[in-house]
């Protein structure tokens, strides 16, 4: 029995040592397919060595894999021009393409990609983080808005974990938060996904784009009810 134990304790090591072989034997598979696409498509702004291309784009070195998901996830990343604003689209990679330029771009140091449980973040806490860091650009219902030269983007496509990468890359002219604590970024991903459909608790939600098309339709309506009251208790002029 006691050899028995020990056979399987020595296959469970042998297996265990085979498969970490295989997973470093395809990280640099993958990494050589990141690197051969890294070349074919983005080298043009940020160098063949990633280290940047002067008036075109910034180096890579060091922006890590977080930075690299971010962008390409979303579609921000390649651009047809570097003078453009990154804006969210579909990407022209596939999932695995961009798993290979993340791999390819994370080699190069930096942050990784974060984790974020928006189940354990707490909506009211949220509402106060977001409204305090981030209302000011993209409104509290995270509906986007504008900044001098550049368009703040709708959150409504937007998820958990676009919001964490997002807190601590700082995309285009966003400043990063990096002061923000794991809770206090699980906290906002949950606020973002609740505005995704936020409960119209006052009934008309107008589009949730602030107060200016709630004070006119307001003002309409309160007008039109005016005009009606008058015409039912006033008197007509005769000649």
Request: some cysteine; hydrophobic content about 40%; glycine content about 12%.
């Amino acid at each position: 029995m006691r050899r028995l134990r020990l056979l399987l304790v020595a296959l469970l090591m042998a297996g265990a040592v085979a498969s970490a072989a295989m997973e470093t034997h395809a990280a640099p598979e993958q990494e050589s397919e990141g690197r051969r696409l890294f070349v074919q498509g983005c080298s043009s702004c940020h160098g063949f060595d990633a280290g940047g291309v002067e008036g075109k784009g910034p180096s890579l070195i060091g922006a890590g894999a977080g930075a690299a998901d971010f962008y390409l996830r979303t579609g921000r990343m390649p651009l047809d021009r570097p003078d453009q604003e990154p804006v969210r689209s579909d990407s022209p990679y596939s999932e695995e393409q961009i798993e290979a330029l993340v791999a390819y771009v994370g080699g190069l140091g930096g942050p990784s990609i974060p984790a974020v449980h928006p189940e354990e973040g707490d909506l009211a806490e949220g509402q106060r983080l977001f409204t305090d860091h981030c209302a000011g650009c993209h409104q509290v219902v995270a509906q986007g808005g504008m900044v001098p030269d550049a368009v703040v983007p709708d959150l409504g496509a937007s998820s958990a974990l676009d919001v964490a990468e997002a807190v601590h890359v700082g995309p285009y002219v966003m400043p990063k938060f990096d002061h923000l604590d794991q809770s206090e970024i699980d906290d906002i991903a949950r606020y973002v996904e609740y505005t995704h459909d936020p409960e119209d608790r006052g009934g008309w939600g107008l589009g949730h784009i602030g107060p200016i098309p709630e004070g006119m339709v307001a003002w309409l309506l309160a007008g039109a009810a005016l005009l009606l009251a008058i015409r039912l208790i006033g008197e007509r002029k005769t000649r």
